[in-house]
């Protein structure tokens, strides 16, 4: 009898192990079957309209910052568009010099980039911007390559251009020092004095802290035949002024400023 119910157990609990594993493999075979065919059903939303199942096609990212575009705004050949608004037309040409360039880093910060990327990302904007108001625009460089004081000077003066504008961004050991300056030689035309004056307006009318015009002989100024200004836009030594330095908001809005700038004294001429 003992014999008997042991064996029963055996055959039981077998049976019963038999019966888990096959219901185990229907189950899942069923389980396979439904979600396959889910997932190959068309989805629907809320308001019943057909969802693609393809995945979303990305397009390559713009190597230049996009900017808002009016949709009847006609197209210029700049890389970028107008954001100025209605600007006087710029008719004559101007050179764009971004300060500093390859192995000469320009001043450093307190943390971000250092000034010659910072420059030359506000200087390929400004150029931009100038173009999309017809200017004629040479750039002493638009990427981050050396070139020397005297190049500069040279690329000015033979290009003969209305205004050469160097783009910088300062340094000082007072880190509380901040505000944008504007640059002339010493011995500065009138004419290059009211280029100061009108990109120092529209600055100031654009909200930008400014300390106003000054008289420095650097080289880019003093050796050229042409009008020519520098630009400060900025410390890096101010952890404020720094930050804005290192956002696209802040160099995108100073560009479009100074081509404002520049564009009113063309249409005040
Ligand atoms: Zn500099």
């Known amino acids: 009898m ?40 068309p989805q629907y939303n809320t308001r019943r309209t057909k969802v693609s199942l393809e995945p979303p096609r990305y397009r390559p990212l713009d190597p230049l910052p996009r ?24 008719t004559g040409s101007i050179v764009v010099d971004a300060g500093h360039g390859g192995d000469d880093p320009g001043a450093s910060g307190r943390g971000g980039l250092p000034e010659k990327q910072i420059v030359l990302m506000i200087a390929n904007r400004l150029a ?14 638009r990427d981050d390559r050396y ?5 500069r000077v040279a690329i000015s003066n033979r290009y003969r251009p209305n205004l050469f ?6 340094a000082a050991e007072n880190q509380l020092a901040t505000g944008t300056t504007i640059y002339v030689e010493r011995n500065a035309t009138l004419k290059t004095l009211r280029f100061a004056q009108s990109i120092n307006r529209a600055l100031k009318g654009a909200g930008f802290e400014c300390r106003g015009i000054r008289r420095q002989d650097f ?12 630009i400060e836009c900025g410390y890096l030594t101010n ?12 160099r995108n809005k100073i560009a479009r400023t100074i081509a404002r700038g520049i564009a009113e004294y063309f249409g005040s001429r």
Not at 219 to 230: Q, S, T
């Open 165 to 170: 504008v160097s783009i910088h961004a300062d």
């Open 147 to 151: 070139v020397s004081l005297d190049g």
């Open 67 to 90: 900017t808002y575009v009016p949709s009847n705004s006609t197209r210029t050949n700049s890389a970028t568009r107008p954001t100025n608004g209605s600007l006087p037309k710029i």
């Open 219 to 230: 080289r880019v100024l003093k050796d050229n035949n042409y009008p020519a200004i520098l």
């Open 2 to 41: 003992e014999r008997f119910l042991k064996l029963g157990s055996k055959v039981f609990s077998r049976g019963l192990g038999k019966y888990r594993i096959g219901s185990c493999v229907i189950f899942g075979i069923f389980s396979v079957i439904f979600i396959f065919s889910v997932g190959c059903m």
């Open 128 to 141: 931009d911007e100038l173009r999309a108001c017809g200017a004629r625009v040479v750039q002493t460089r």
């Open 239 to 250: 952890d404020q002024e720094a930050a804005q330095l290192n956002s696209s908001w802040y």
